[in-house]
């Protein structure tokens, strides 16, 4: 059977998506085996949080979900921004997955003594009280269909890499995913 150029079309760009997650999975395979952050420098969160949220307004808005950016705009941290970034990407990534008819989702950030601790929430149906306890473990995946299950393990990697670590937050409603990385006292401004 012959293809029309139409299929074709689709095809080709059903491959190259594909092969794009295969470079992104392999790249995080090979981060998380290198540990250590590669080029933590001086970033503003806002400013990388502000990215993430504009490379994900186009599926936002053909979901009806409402994006709410709450991160004060003066948090400056030593972080390897391409891997945060992909941190926040997978996050809001899978609270978009989990509201495909609507809802809010909420980026958020505070400062702490010593830290700066993030938010990720959605008003979406929640995590299922089974797959819970082993969330952040490679290959557990929350009823999608073609997915690995490793981006929450890679992503609360990388932020252990940074000397923090993941969570999910208690209470509802939908899921609120929590991470917490260092950020010496010096680097603020009040």
């Known amino acids: ?9 689709r095809l080709a760009g059903n491959m190259f998506r594909a092969s794009l997650q295969v470079q992104q999975l392999l790249q995080d395979l090979l981060d998380v085996a290198r540990g250590k952050p590669g080029q933590a420098k001086p970033c503003n969160l806002r400013d990388l949080v502000a990215t993430v949220v504009d490379s ?3 599926t936002a808005e053909a979901q009806s979900v409402r994006l709410v950016l709450a991160v004060p705009d003066s948090l400056e941290l030593p972080l390897d921004q391409r891997r945060i970034e992909r941190v926040f990407l997978n996050l809001t990534g899978n609270a978009l997955e989990a509201m495909p008819h609507g809802g809010t989702l909420t980026i ?4 702490e003594p010593d830290s700066v601790v ?6 979406g149906p929640g995590i299922a009280p089974e797959i819970r306890s082993r969330l952040f473990q490679p290959f557990t995946t929350a009823g999608k269909a073609g997915g690995l299950g490793l981006g929450l393990a890679f992503a609360r990697q990388t ?3 940074h000397g923090g670590d993941m969570w999910l937050s208690p209470g509802g409603p939908g899921a609120c995913f929590a991470f917490r990385l260092p950020a010496p006292n010096g680097q603020h401004h009040a």
């Open 118 to 123: 993030c938010e990720v929430r959605d008003t």
């Open 56 to 58: 994900v307004a186009p």
């Open 108 to 111: 958020s950030a505070r400062r």
């Open 159 to 161: 932020v252990i890499d």
């Open 1 to 9: 059977a012959r293809l029309s150029p139409d299929q074709v079309q």
